[in-house]
Structures are given as structure tokens and as C-alpha cells.
């Protein structure tokens, strides 16, 4: 069964890895994250329910780490959404709709820690609502509510009621 | 016609394909009366649609070689913290919850022990072999004499060493034997059974050096084994009771130790 769970592991890392880069903004800092999400998966392997889904028990996994280790830089109390309309008066809305990818990177990472998880887990990761709600350890509304203000908060952070358009600058 | 109201949880979950077929349908003749509502989707999309440009790369990176040995070989095994040992010396990972503290309750790639540990599995694999079969002296001390028996070992092993306990899983103590290791060292074997007549045993022998491995798994001829070093001692517990069933008796074994 080990040799199977590695080849398994294997498998999702590159899944794990990009949702450790968006989360962080961080490439090292997320592989990094991957590593701990790896080995405390070998130590949990007696709590994996044979049969169920790999990929959201492992992004729970790497979740609570990252959330273990933010808590321990933050005084941002764990699990309280810090008030959205707090984080956008301090930019300007802009005056054109069309958007650099670096400025969506840059809102991306002024959202409260939980509403880019979200967001991330269901519009990058494609994860279904109750997978997420699974991962993060809150109800599915609570799912809803978050991925409801993440985008909405984003969607002003770049200026658009149009909605961006997207062009790539690097 | 008569439609329930489109809700802002509405308008998401048919981004995300949360909607079943009839709601979709509704929100679609809704949103094409409404083309603000209509423009902000496509702006939600659009957040979608960039975060794939951005991050969708990190798919196509070769991955790094410390990951993929992580994922592959489990870690060194750690130590339990002080507290965790009080912990479960008061019996509290006995509760549900937390069942199995994760520290030492993990399994290593099969056959990628060291060479030594391997070495003593096979010892246990054959002394269990020899002596499983037997009827009227499976062991040389019976379990009746638990005292004299951990006494006698602990005395000829010239460590501190006693049968654990696994009536939990069903198992009665036997006894135990002296054996002489593959380097003619005492050994010692405690032999279980349980109301099939299914028998465990559990071989321990001294090693040179302060160890501690993960558990590992090696068969042979239909027969199991899991061993690992822990501190002075290398442990084997060997049984044909399924590869699963065993490996719950050596974690069982361990906990018990690690006391």
C-alpha cells in the first residue's frame, strides 16, 4: 500500500504546488509548504480513508499548515474576515478596465487570508463547493459567502464593471 | 411563469457548475434580462481565467527532487515530545479523536529498511517458523509467570524488556523464548494467540547503536512481518492475520513500548 501512496503523492504534486504558489505569492516559501503537506501526509496515512479522495484531503492537509504558519506571523484572529471594504478604499479605482496579470496578482494577495483560499480552491483548483467546505473545515455557506466576497472585492480592486481584460505583461 | 428570484449565491454557483440542470436553466433566461448582472459574471470569469494565466505554469515545472523524495520515502520518525509520552501514558490518545498520535504511526516504503533491521526480520520470520507450529512448548516460560518472564528476559537481554499487552486486538500472551540472534546474541520471541488459534510473535533484539526507523513491512512465503529499531532494541512482530490487521498489532506494540 506505501509504494502506491507515493506514486499517488507523486502524482498530486503539481496540484499542490500551484495552489501553494497562489496562495503565497511565493514560490519557495510554497514548495516549502508542499514538503510539510507531503511528509505530515506519510505521518496522517492511518487517518486516509482508502476510497476517498486524495486530492482534498491533501489540500486540507497543506491548508491547516499554511494556516498554523500564518497565525503564527498574524495577530489577525483565525477565521474572522477582516472587513472587505477596509482593504479597497485604500486604491484608487482605476481608470482603465484592461488589467495587467501582475495587478490581479497584487489583489489577489490584499484579499483576507480565507477569501483567497477560497477562491483559489474553487476558481483555480476547481473544487466543488463541498470539497472546499471540506478542506477549509467551515460549512458550505460559509463557502458561498467568502467566494461571493472574494470576487466581488477583486472585481473592485481592478476597477471594472465591465470586468477586466486580461492581457499579459512580463 | 412563475421564477424564484436569483440570488447572489445563484449567480456564483452557475460560474461553478453548482447548479442543477432546471436552476441553470432559470438563471440563464434571467441573466439575459439583465445584462449588469450578466457583465459581472463575465468579470468573475475573467478573475477565473487569470489566475489560470498565472498560475497554471507551475503545472508544467519539472518537479523539484526534494519534493518528490518526500512524497515517495517517508521522513525520519520523530521523537515524541515529552508532553506527548505523558500524554499517552495518561491514556488520553486513547480517545477517538486522536486515535494513533501521528508522530510515530506511519509506514515506510516497503523494503527500504536498513540492513541490519532487515536482517532481524528475517530472524523473526524464521524463528517464528520454528516455533509457531509447536503445540506443547510454543515458549519456555508461559505467560502465567509474567513476572519471572519480563525478569528473565530483561535479565539475559541485559535491557529493561516486557510482553506487551494485546488483548485489545484479541490476542492472548503465550510466553516467551530465548533464542540466540543471527549473531549469536540473545533474542528474545513472545508468542500470541487468539481464539482461532492465529499466533503473532514478537522478536526483539539488541543493536550496537541507539536507533530509531520507521515501521517496515517484508513478506516471506505468505508470512508478514513489520519491524523498526527503537532506542537499543530492533523489533520485529511477525503473523499471517493480514497485512492490515498487523500493522494495527505493531503500532499497538509500539505504543505500548513507547511507555
Known amino acids: ?170 | 411563469m412563475n421564477r424564484r428570484p436569483v440570488s447572489e449565491a445563484d449567480l456564483h454557483a452557475w460560474l461553478d457548475g453548482e447548479l442543477p440542470p432546471a436552476r441553470r436553466l432559470e438563471v440563464d433566461a434571467w441573466l439575459a434580462e439583465q445584462p449588469e448582472a450578466a457583465a459581472r459574471l463575465r468579470a468573475y470569469a475573467e478573475i477565473d481565467h487569470g489566475l489560470h494565466v498565472l498560475y497554471d505554469d507551475v503545472l508544467a515545472e519539472p518537479v523539484p527532487a526534494r519534493l518528490r523524495a518526500a512524497a515517495t520515502a517517508a521522513p525520519p520518525r520523530r521523537r515524541a515530545a515529552g508532553w506527548a509520552r505523558a500524554a499517552a501514558a495518561a491514556g488520553w490518545l486513547l480517545l477517538g479523536g486522536v486515535a494513533g498520535w501521528s508522530g510515530h504511526t506511519w509506514i515506510g516504503p516497503d523494503g527500504i529498511g536498513g540492513v541490519s533491521e532487515l536482517e532481524v526480520a528475517h530472524e523473526a520470520l524464521a524463528a517464528h517458523v520454528v516455533y509457531v507450529p509447536e503445540v506443547r512448548h510454543p515458549v519456555e516460560v508461559e505467560a502465567a509467570q509474567g513476572a519471572h518472564l519480563a525478569a528473565w528476559l530483561s535479565k539475559r537481554m541485559g535491557h529493561p524488556i516486557r510482553p506487551p499487552a494485546l488483548e485489545v486486538l484479541g490476542f492472548q500472551l503465550l510466553g516467551g523464548r530465548l533464542l540466540p540472534d543471527g549473531s549469536g546474541q540473545p533474542a528474545a520471541q513472545f508468542m500470541y494467540q487468539d481464539a482461532t488459534g492465529h499466533r503473532l510473535t514478537l522478536y526483539v533484539t539488541r543493536c550496537d547503536d541507539v536507533r530509531e526507523t520507521a515501521f517496515r513491512f517484508t513478506s516471506r512465503d505468505g508470512l508478514d512481518a513489520f519491524y523498526w529499531a527503537d532506542g537499543v532494541l530492533n523489533y520485529a512482530l511477525v503473523g499471517d492475520i493480514g497485512r492490515e490487521a498487523l500493522e494495527g498489532a505493531a503500532h499497538e506494540v509500539y505504543r505500548q513500548l513507547e511507555l
Not at chain 1, 13 to 37: K, S
Not at chain 1, 122 to 148: C, D, K, W
Request: proline share 5%; glycine share 8%.
Open chain 1, 1 to 170: 500500500m506505501s509504494r502506491e501512496f507515493g506514486a499517488a503523492l507523486v502524482a498530486e504534486i503539481p496540484r499542490l504546488r500551484r495552489y501553494a504558489r497562489a496562495l503565497t505569492g511565493d514560490a519557495a516559501r510554497a514548495d516549502d509548504l508542499v514538503q510539510d503537506c507531503l511528509e505530515r501526509a506519510w505521518s496522517r496515512l492511518h487517518l486516509f480513508r482508502a476510497g476517498s479522495a486524495l486530492r482534498p484531503w491533501l489540500f486540507s492537509i497543506l491548508h491547516n499548515l499554511h494556516a498554523n504558519a500564518a497565525r503564527a506571523f498574524s495577530r489577525t484572529p483565525p477565521g474572522v474576515d477582516l472587513d472587505p471594504d477596509a482593504l479597497g478604499e485604500a486604491v484608487a479605482p482605476a481608470h482603465d478596465v484592461q488589467i495587467e496579470l501582475g495587478e490581479l496578482e497584487r489583489a489577489l494577495h490584499r484579499l483576507p487570508e480565507e477569501q483567497r483560499a477560497v477562491l483559489l480552491l474553487v476558481g483555480l483548483e476547481q473544487l466543488s463547493y463541498q470539497e472546499a467546505a471540506e478542506v477549509l473545515g467551515v460549512p458550505i455557506g460559509t463557502v458561498m459567502s467568502r467566494l461571493s466576497r472574494a470576487r466581488e472585492r477583486l472585481r473592485g480592486l481592478l476597477g471594472g464593471v465591465e470586468g477586466p481584460r486580461l492581457r499579459r505583461v512580463k
